[in-house]
């Protein structure tokens, strides 16, 4: 029996450090107000803990940025695409690799391939960028994720499951040739970063394949979600992330990649591949809208850091300190009566701003208000996971209102310690405290796509 380490320590110690910006309150309450009451919209420079996002934000070891030294800048067929190719296919399995300069450049280009106008593309809950462009495409999103995964306090360990009746019944309704492919997110971002399981993988491969359909993973965080396999899911106690990793990509035809999270870099993604015609038109595209098929977008040295990333991320150490450090803030906050999503997700913790402010209706954005509250208070920097991120309805012009009105303290990959992550559990009590003394906020900008990146508030 091999031993079984207890505690989520990571495993490495800290070579480089990068000094934070300290802020009074009165300096807070003018960025927050200059910046639309939008965390998006603050100067790195003001914030003090960034939770922002996980995306990009890693620190990357003294391997990868060995690498970068490493890298091959030759126009055409670097050496470091042929790593990264290498790397690829061991670790997802996919025969193909398309490099894209983040994964929103993957999505646009699998998207522009397969979507015909009037397709639905269902999926197990929508994430922003990956709708917007299979709307671009004339495209139709519909959520076929179980209904547990829209319940901010269900426990069901596997939340981001597709409801096979709700996939089979669109099937019956649209036929299976309206349905351009299924996109399985793994973990599932905007559901608390749930994790899908391996069984319900399988049997949304057996429905699709009996229909023809293709399914398209969105592999962003899988690393993550295989860890969760592992730890869940009965007969992959003693698998390797590697071997779940692989089995889990096995039931899709290609993958679209934000390197930007799993894979330890600030920059990066790619489209994998299975089928040859496809592949061939994505080689097609990528020289239109990324660059040429060997960087897509991507500096040698970017892939050369991605292709060291793959390796690192997928040992269950790194893994275990990486959840690790997530379930020791949810655990935390849960023992302090906030409301956040359980079970605790892979890559943040999200508070549930609906039972939070239950005063404020969503017209209210409980959410981008709690995330202005929260930078007031300590100069943390969160997002909102929300109706403002939701956005609006193409055809009736509506906003969506999602079940979950959430904000998201996302943790980037070491990059901060158990103190900083105590300084925030301090303060969403502080501001949990204050919780009735909060009126909500208007809308007084909204840009066309993505809104939540820039769009501007002002105080209630
Ligand atoms: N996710 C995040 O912070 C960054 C931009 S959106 C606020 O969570 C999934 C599951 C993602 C994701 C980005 C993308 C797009 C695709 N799928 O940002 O274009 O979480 O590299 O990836 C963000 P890129």
Redesign the pocket.
């Known amino acids: 029996m091999p031993f079984q380490r207890r505690s989520w320590a990571e495993p490495f110690k800290i070579k480089v450090v990068e000094p934070l910006t300290m802020t009074t309150r009165e300096e807070r309450e003018k960025h927050i107000t200059e910046a639309g009451y939008n965390t998006f919209l603050l100067k790195s420079k003001d914030v003090y803990i960034d939770l922002l ?3 990009g934000t890693n620190a990357m070891s003294d391997n990868q940025w060995a690498g970068m030294m490493m890298g091959d800048e030759a126009y055409a067929g670097s050496v470091n695409y042929y790593h990264l190719e290498e790397k690829v296919q061991e670790f997802y399995g996919y025969k193909f690799l398309v490099p894209t300069h ?4 993957a ?1 646009h280009i699998i998207s522009k391939i397969l979507i015909k106008p009037g397709d639905y593309v269902p999926g197990n809950m929508y ?4 709708r917007l462009h299979q709307e671009l495409n004339g495209g139709k999103f519909v959520d076929i994720i179980i209904d547990e995964a829209h319940d901010s306090q269900n426990l069901h360990p596997f939340k981001g499951n597709v409801d096979l009746q709700k996939l089979e019944n669109l099937i019956t309704k649209v036929g299976g040739k309206k349905i351009a492919y299924v996109t399985i ?1 793994a973990t599932v ?1 905007m559901a608390g970063g749930q994790p899908i399981s391996m069984e319900n993988l399988r049997q949304v491969r057996a429905l699709t394949s009996k229909h023809g359909i293709k399914v398209v993973l ?1 592999a ?2 899988a690393m993550e979600n295989a860890y969760f396999i592992k730890r869940r899911e009965k007969g992959y106690e003693n698998k390797s992330i590697k071997e779940i990793l692989l089995e889990i990509c096995s039931y899709s035809d290609a993958a ?1 990649m ?1 390197g ?2 799993d894979l330890l870099v600030n920059i990066g ?1 790619f489209l994998a591949l299975n089928d040859n015609d496809v592949f061939e038109e994505a080689r097609n595209m990528v020289v239109v809208y990324e660059g040429l098929h060997t960087y897509g977008g991507l500096a040698g040295r970017d892939m050369e850091a991605m292709a060291r990333g793959i390796v690192e991320a997928c040992q269950v150490d790194h893994l275990q300190a990486r959840i690790g450090q997530i379930e020791y803030v949810g655990n935390r906050l849960i023992e302090l009566g906030i409301p956040i999503v359980r079970p605790i997700g892979g890559h943040a913790i999200f508070l549930d701003a609906k039972q939070f402010y239950p005063h404020l209706e969503q017209l209210k954005f409980p959410a981008q208000t709690l995330a202005a509250e929260l930078y007031l208070d300590s100069g943390i920097r969160s ?1 909102e996971r929300g109706i403002v991120s939701a956005g609006r309805n193409k055809e009736t012009g509506d906003h969506y209102y999602p079940k979950l009105e959430l904000v998201r303290l ?1 943790f980037p990959r070491r990059v901060y310690t158990q103190a900083h992550c105590d300084v925030t559990v301090e303060s969403v009590y502080e501001v949990f405290q204050n919780r009735n003394n909060v009126r909500g906020l208007k809308m007084v900008y909204e840009p066309k796509y993505l809104r ?1 990146f820039q769009a501007r508030f002002d105080k209630l």
């Not at 983040?102 to 450049?105: A, I, L, N, S």
């Not at 994430?127 to 990956?130: A, E, L, N, V, W």
Request: net charge positive; charged share 30%.
């Open positions: 996002t996980d995306s983040q994964g929103r450049g999505e994430f922003t960028t990956t997110g971002n969105d962003t965080r679209t934000s930007k999270k993604g997002m996302t939540f």
